[in-house]
């Protein structure tokens, strides 16, 4: 799918419609100490067997595609805001029109 680069959306700051550039969203990496980075590290030294049926239950392998998400940034006042299409897909382009 292609999305132009710049579209109009509602800002919450300037409380009107203003253009917004998007831009791809990225996940962070995880904190080491979190809790579930911890129970990973746990079951991994417990052996193989263990850490395949924690990693099973937590992670969801079975989809392929995700929601494409991005970061929309408001061109008045600079204010982010996040903008997620509902909907699974392959491939997202920013194209500019
Ligand atoms: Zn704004």
């Given at each position: 799918m292609k999305l132009p680069k710049e579209i109009k959306l509602y800002c919450k700051k300037c409380g009107t419609h203003t253009p917004h550039t998007l831009k791809e969203f990225k996940r962070r990496q995880t904190r080491g100490l979190a809790w579930g980075e911890r129970v990973k590290r746990r079951y991994k030294l417990k052996g193989y067997g263990a850490n395949k049926i924690k990693a099973h239950r937590t992670t969801?392998?079975?989809?392929?595609?995700k929601k494409p998400t991005f970061v929309a940034r408001c061109s008045v006042c600079g204010a982010q805001t996040y903008f997620v299409i509902p909907k699974r897909m392959k491939k997202v382009e920013l194209v500019t029109v």
């Open positions: 969801a392998v079975y989809k392929q595609n």
